[in-house]
């Protein structure tokens, strides 16, 4: 282990494991039989020997049990402080997601008790519980939700809006639930002043691909939050899921090494930008072959974040895996290599790209076969927000939204968005083709709407039916009706 000042650590060095050339996110690939879950335990071993330096959790590869608190592993958890690192020195951990359910409880009071400590938090009215820890789980969910209940946090069907027992969602939904859980915990008992290592054995156990890949988007919009941090944290993980490696090689922190049998030194090297690139597509043909999924190219986060929500949202009709771009030129890139491979895969190959509308009217994209290109009808995706079914969403109208709007800018007169906001209320087109990112969620907090706007602008676009663009619709009017038809309703009777 190298140490300076900032705590920065190149290298981890258990009894026998030694992990050189150490970044943010450590990949540990491998085939079976090579040690890769032994090189890990092995550098938690050492690590939990030396506590004064190091932060250490382990997660392991059998994650048995369901996502239910249980008062048997409250007591040994604290009785023993060794109790839950003992029980995962093995591969197998019957009592597993218990352990979870405790652990995410009980990151929502240091979650809170950070909240209250923290002015620049307390006093964004877009940050909570809910948004910031609760929404990032319920982001690698389909079929239910993670929701605050009155005692405890509850399951609940997105089909019927039942309630749900523990016991009774899917192995690979629990799955989801636990690991996200378990990083979550990590990431928010941090200790600034020591090195803090995530150890995740497999993670991609029993989970499907497009979980895999959500999965990685998580970890790294964990480090993103953590940045300020990102000297003292480093993730190692051994997995053998394509899908995972590429959503995780899609970020400036992943480096990636090969742990070989009898061999205990792995090397670590960067992801390279052309692997950064192709990601989205390698990671991802497994679901594409199974349920008819088309890549859906987008030009930023927030775009994929909409679109995954309206995936849930549509209970299955809108088949689509969104694929992010981080620019306009990069769109540009996966479109051309989305042309030159999909052709090799696939007998009838599909793909889409969306890009923002950016001020521009009425110029249309032409498609590059077998890629169908679109420009929305609007600035960008937050736009849409404006519109009357996601208004309806948030339970209100446009002149609802108006009479919130004006009685807020009265009550916050030194509010910087104040002028913008008060635009917006008296623009005749609800400002369609200008850029509203700094209000868009002040606009769901205006109208005390607790939902992240992204989750608004999907819910109602997974809402969507066929006979919708029969109608007036303003929502497929800033969407565009082509890119309605054809990647909403693409397998529409």
Not at 274 to 287: C, D, M, N, Q, T
Not at 402 to 411: D, I, N, S, T
Request: net charge negative; with cysteine.
């Amino acid at each position: 282990m190298k140490t300076g000042a900032t705590l920065k650590v190149t290298e981890l060095k258990g009894q026998t494991a030694h992990l050189t050339n150490l970044n943010n996110i450590n990949i540990n690939m491998g085939r079976n039989g090579a040690g890769k879950s032994r090189f890990l335990r092995d550098i938690e071993e050492m690590a939990s020997r030396s506590k004064q330096l190091f932060y250490v959790r382990y997660v392991s590869p059998e994650r048995a049990g369901s996502f239910k608190r249980d008062g048997n592993v409250l007591t040994n958890m604290s009785d023993n402080p060794d109790w839950l690192r003992q029980t995962r020195a093995v591969n197998q951990a019957s009592n597993f997601k218990a352990a979870s359910a405790m652990l995410f409880r009980e990151a929502e009071t240091l979650y809170l008790r950070r909240l209250a400590s923290t002015p620049e938090i307390r006093m964004d009215p877009t940050r909570n519980f809910e948004t910031d820890r609760l929404s990032k789980v319920n982001q690698l969910l389909t079929n239910i939700s993670l929701e605050m209940g009155n005692a405890d946090f509850v399951f609940r069907s997105l089909a019927d809006g039942q309630t749900l027992s523990p016991d009774a969602i899917s192995s690979g939904e629990s799955e989801a639930v636990a690991l996200a859980s378990e990083i979550l915990y990590f990431f928010d008992t941090i200790e600034p002043a020591k090195f803090n290592i995530l150890l995740l054995d497999e993670p991609d156990v029993h989970l499907h691909p497009d979980l895999q890949a959500r999965l990685g988007k998580l970890i790294i919009a964990m480090l993103d939050e953590f940045k300020n941090l990102a000297d003292r944290i480093a993730v190692c993980l051994s997995t053998h899921s394509s899908p995972l490696v590429c959503s995780l090689a899609d970020s400036q922190y992943v480096s990636i090494g090969t742990k070989s049998f009898a061999v205990e030194t792995v090397e670590l090297k960067p992801t390279s930008a052309e692997l950064r690139k192709v990601a989205p597509f390698f990671g991802h043909p497994l679901s594409l072959s199974l349920s008819e999924d088309a890549a859906l190219i987008l030009e930023g986060e927030d775009d994929e974040r909409v679109w995954q929500q309206a995936a849930r949202t549509s209970q299955g009709r809108i088949k689509v895996f969104p694929v992010l771009a981080g620019s306009v030129d990069q769109q540009g890139e996966l479109e051309t290599f989305c042309v030159d491979l999909l052709g090799t895969l696939y007998d009838n190959p599909v793909a889409f790209s969306l890009r923002d509308g950016d001020g521009v009217v009425d110029q249309p994209l032409e498609h590059r076969q077998p890629i169908k290109r679109y420009r929305l009808q609007c600035y960008a995706i937050e736009n849409v927000l404006l519109t009357d079914p996601c208004l309806a969403v948030m339970g209100t109208t446009w002149e609802g939204f108006v009479a919130a709007a004006m009685k807020w800018v009265g009550e916050n007169p030194e509010h910087p968005d104040r002028t913008l906001i008060t635009e917006l209320a008296g623009s005749d087109d609800r400002l369609r083709h200008k850029k509203i990112k700094k209000i868009r969620q002040l606009v769901c907090a205006v109208l005390e709407c607790k939902k992240p706007w992204e989750v608004v602008v999907g819910q109602a676009i997974g809402a969507l039916r066929n006979e919708d663009l029969a109608n007036s619709n303003m929502l497929i009017s800033f969407l565009g009706a082509e890119m309605v038809s054809d990647v909403i309703f693409r397998n529409a009777a």
